[in-house]
């Protein structure tokens, strides 16, 4: 059986670093972090959501795509051809180590929507592409868009994560972010596509966690045209996101209050400001209150945010050093690339960490 | 004894620890898991990050923790001490049936969590700093002191003793949380806090502390409300 036919239930290592003033650093520093952790995953799936790797073609969409034949690339390419100005197109670069097999075909694509295109679709560039990208994964066959922001890229396969990094050349790339997973599935053989991040347009999400609230979360995005095709809960915390955050204009703080907010009678005992706020988001946003335990990162333009479920049943540690911020599942993650850090900070359940870019500010 | 954690395994370092018969001194350790595990009658040095479930079953031996320890330290364990002298993550102390734990810092979610006690043996856990929410969840036995010695506004967080049915937890100073109806919350009486002065001194020893500053202030201490137990919570049998 498939990934994608039936649910999976699954344990996971997460890891990330991040540098707040923007400076670039090489990859291979995520892939030491989240090397440690080698016990939380059982080589069912590995992957990492690199930002500022494509400097160059910044203003491009950088589109990753895994094809299973010649023929789903062609029908692919023809569609992408009808919409996107493509500029660049290659194999990703990857190094052949015995860890890492039955690779499918995994090609990168610089695209820019076709403005004659883009105009008469009035619903602005951000969702022309995410209908795009969700079109070819549900209709064409064959093909998966796995990666589709600008100057980001995300890189997974089956496998630890440490062979991922390694099959990938992770340490030719150089980033502001980096995060990292290493996966647990106990269910499945385990696809390609399955593994973490999930991403869409700039926004990734690696998750540690198996969430109760799936298939009552699920029902409700696809009221809102998003596609859950891999039955997995990282996938559909994905869209909660994306559709928090861009379609709805939440702060990453506000979409965290939604997803892992406070209990009734926690909220009761708020101020009557913060009460009414709290209330209002519980009430609007009642089908994206995701339960059961969960760690996340989120990866997103320019910055990034790490949150717990509210009971805090999956362990999230952070620390900084400097410019750098470091959060992982477990200490050990970070001190293996900083072993001094300035200061070591314990994320309480539902409340988010987010750093973002100085420049940003 | 020291020996190095670098490129040996968490297996390795148990079976070391096992066949010792002195004290160890564990260096570069980062993340290795069940260390220490069921160990009997030796002490354990250990510097660097050990992993979870640090002194599983521990069994009567000391294990002195130079760094900060991560989550479930001290699972299940049945006699000895472990010293942490940094901070320690979640459900440190988890269903913890003896011995006594000490950190010198903070602590995370569900500390003690399950702990019990039985005729004499009566497990410790002693936080120098706060403790996470859900301390001691469905505790049945034993005693968790919290010292909150960087005077935080808040030294435990939500939902502090929910199904508790046993023990004691004792929080020094203020204490500004909202308590489950089956929890009884009083000042400490003088044999409240005469039956915690050997653990006291105890963390004041080992961390190098003035005891008087641990026992000047006064202390609230936290039971199950006999008067309001939790028939009918679940169900109607």
């Given amino acids: 059986m498939l990934e994608g036919q039936f649910r999976n239930p699954s344990g996971c290592a997460i890891s990330a670093i991040f540098d707040k003033s923007g ?18 995953s059982n080589g069912l799936g590995g992957g990492f ?40 197109l290659s194999k990703i670069p990857t190094r052949k180590i015995k ?34 990208v969700f ?14 922001g600008k100057n980001m890229g995300i890189f997974k396969a089956v496998g630890y994560p440490e062979d991922v990094g390694r099959f990938y050349m992770l340490e030719n790339y150089e ?4 995060t990292a997973h290493g996966r647990y599935p106990t269910n499945t053989p385990g696809w390609w596509g399955g593994a973490h991040p999930f991403g869409l347009l700039s926004l990734s999400v690696v998750h540690n966690g198996e969430i109760s609230s799936y298939d009552a979360n699920r029902s409700a995005m696809e009221t809102y045209g998003y596609k859950c095709t891999l039955l997995t809960d990282t996938e559909v915390i994905t869209y909660i996101i994306d559709y928090l955050t861009r379609k709805k204009g939440l702060t990453f703080s506000e979409a965290a209050t939604v997803m892992a907010a406070p209990f009734w009678q926690t909220i009761e005992r708020a101020e009557k400001k913060e009460r009414e706020r709290l209330t209002y988001l519980r009430n609007i946003f009642a089908s994206q209150l995701v ?12 910055g990034i945010m790490a949150l717990n479920d509210r009971l805090k049943l999956r362990s999230l540690v952070a620390a900084e050093k400097g410019s750098r911020v470091y959060i992982a599942s477990e200490e050990c993650a970070i001190r293996k690339v900083e072993p001094s850090p300035d200061k070591i900070i314990y994320p309480k359940g539902g409340e988010p960490v987010i750093y973002t870019l100085e420049a940003q500010q | 004894m020291e020996i190095s954690a670098k490129n040996i395994t968490a297996t390795d370092i148990n079976e070391f620890l096992k066949t010792s018969n002195e004290t160890v001194t564990l260096t570069d350790v980062l993340g290795e898991r069940f260390i220490a595990c069921g160990l009997k009658e030796k002490t354990v040095k250990i510097y660097g990050t050990p992993g979870n479930a640090l002194g599983a079953y521990l069994d009567g031996a000391t294990v002195d923790v130079f760094g900060n320890g991560q989550d479930a330290v001290g699972d299940t364990m049945n006699a000895g001490a472990i010293i942490i002298r940094g901070s320690a993550g979640d459900a440190l102390g988890y269903a913890m049936r003896g011995g006594e734990i000490f950190v010198r810092g903070d602590a995370g979610y569900r500390i ?20 996470g929410s859900f301390l001691g969840e469905y505790m049945a036995g034993g005693i968790i002191i919290i010292l909150n010695l960087n005077n935080s506004p808040s030294p435990v967080g939500n939902f502090t003793g929910v199904g508790m049915h046993g023990g004691k937890i004792f929080i020094r100073g203020a204490l500004n949380a909202t ?18 002065k050997g653990y006291l001194k105890s963390f004041s020893d080992i961390f190098g502390l003035d005891i008087n500053s641990l026992t000047d202030d006064s202390f609230s201490v936290l039971s199950p409300d006999s008067t309001n137990p939790y028939k009918r919570l679940y169900t109607n049998n």
């Fill in chain 1, 23 to 40: 400076k670039r650093f090489s990859g291979d520093a995520i892939i030491s972090s989240i090397s440690v952790m080698h016990e939380r």
């Fill in chain 1, 49 to 88: 959501a690199c930002y500022g790797i494509y400097p160059e073609y910044k203003d491009y969409y950088a589109f990753h795509i895994f094809y299973d034949s010649v023929q789903s690339k062609r029908d692919c390419e023809d569609y992408l051809e009808d919409l996107y100005d493509i500029v660049n």
């Fill in chain 1, 99 to 132: 860890e890492i097999t039955d690779e499918p075909l995994i090609m990168r694509y610089f695209v820019a929507p076709l403005k004659t295109k883009l105009d008469s679709f009035q619903l602005g560039e951000e969702e022309y592409v995410s209908r795009s």
């Fill in chain 1, 135 to 148: 079109h070819i994964n549900t209709h064409i066959k064959g093909a998966y868009i796995f990666s589709s």
């Fill in chain 1, 175 to 178: 980033g502001y972010c980096f």
């Fill in chain 1, 291 to 302: 339960t059961g335990p969960f760690s996340i990162l989120v990866g997103f333009d320019g």
């Fill in chain 2, 112 to 131: 003690g969590v399950h702990m019990k006690e039985y005729h004499r043996k009566k497990p410790v856990i002693i936080i120098g700093g706060t403790a």
């Fill in chain 2, 179 to 196: 308590l489950p109806p089956q929890v009884k919350c009083e000042k400490a009486s003088t044999d409240d806090l005469d039956s915690i």
